[in-house]
């Protein structure tokens, strides 16, 4: 097996196919997870990486107050009841 100089190295990278850019996704998710138990969560991915931060909650209202502040916090994302 032949070692790689520094130009084929870097012409090989450039010809590399690369992934077409994904679709942004920034949501706040509140779910009903079963009997008196809600979840809220706040899903973020993009470039910059994927993240996910999540509380449960006994009532609904409960679970969309948070939603609400969560949203008041970063108007940039969009709530979605599931």
């Known amino acids: 097996m032949k ?3 520094r130009q084929e190295l870097k012409h090989l990278w450039f010809n590399l196919p690369h992934p077409a850019p994904k679709n ?7 779910s009903k ?3 008196n138990h809600y979840e809220c969560k706040k899903v973020r991915d993009d470039k910059a990486g ?3 931060f999540s509380s449960s909650y006994k009532t609904f209202d409960e679970a969309l ?4 502040k969560l949203m008041k916090d970063t108007p940039e994302f969009s709530i979605i009841i599931n």
């Open 3 to 5: 070692d790689m100089n």
């Open 24 to 30: 942004e996704v920034r949501v706040i998710k509140v």
């Open 33 to 35: 997870l079963g009997e």
């Open 50 to 52: 994927y993240s996910t």
């Open 65 to 68: 107050t948070f939603a609400r």
